[in-house]
């Protein structure tokens, strides 16, 4: 089989936009998100990165050493990425507060919780390399994990979050290699 190089793709860029739970997802990989998806801003040249992850309950017969059987108990994938861009939005998951805090001539500020609530998403991964587009859309996502935030001279302030999946989860994508050849 020959390699068909255009087919080898790199997340060359991209961006994240949440929106509230039941927000409508895109159908297709390039047409215009809803309005309520909000684009979180720069991320951090790690990227975005996607786990998926299984769980298997193993049964063996009493007495034997090899299993019998495999049961897949639980299914899911995370997604994390670094925010490099400190506003409202991106502090709201992060700290997980209930509402955006409204800036007013550049100004903001809120109050943190005394604990981390759940904080639950609609999102949308648009990763762009050239013309090719790759796009993840998930019904729900729940952040579930936070990264240090580090101060200093000689780094960007970032915002590292880690989202499990709790919804569904749809994949499109429009590759110009692929058209080409139809």
Request: charged share 20%.
């Amino acid at each position: 089989m020959a390699i068909n190089e255009d087919l080898l793709i790199s997340g060359a860029t991209g961006l994240t936009s949440f929106a509230p739970v039941g927000t409508t997802l895109p159908t297709d990989a390039s047409s215009a998100l809803d309005a309520a998806f909000k684009d979180f801003g720069a991320i951090s040249s790690d990227g975005l990165t996607e786990a998926p992850s299984q769980t298997y309950q193993s049964f063996k017969p009493w007495g034997r050493t090899r299993k019998a059987k495999n049961t897949l108990t639980d299914s899911g994938k995370t997604f994390q990425l670094t925010f490099w861009e400190t506003n409202p939005d991106v502090l709201a998951v992060y700290f997980g507060l209930d509402t955006v805090p409204t800036a007013t001539a550049g100004a903001f500020d809120f109050a943190e919780p005394d604990s981390d609530s759940p904080v639950y998403r609609a999102m949308v991964a648009d990763i762009i390399e050239g013309t090719n587009h790759i796009r993840i859309a998930c019904t729900k996502v729940q952040r579930t994990d936070r990264g240090n935030i580090v101060y200093g001279p000689s780094n960007l302030i970032g915002y590292q979050m880690t989202f499990d999946q709790i919804g569904d989860v749809h994949r499109y994508y429009l590759l110009d290699a692929l058209a080409d050849a139809s």
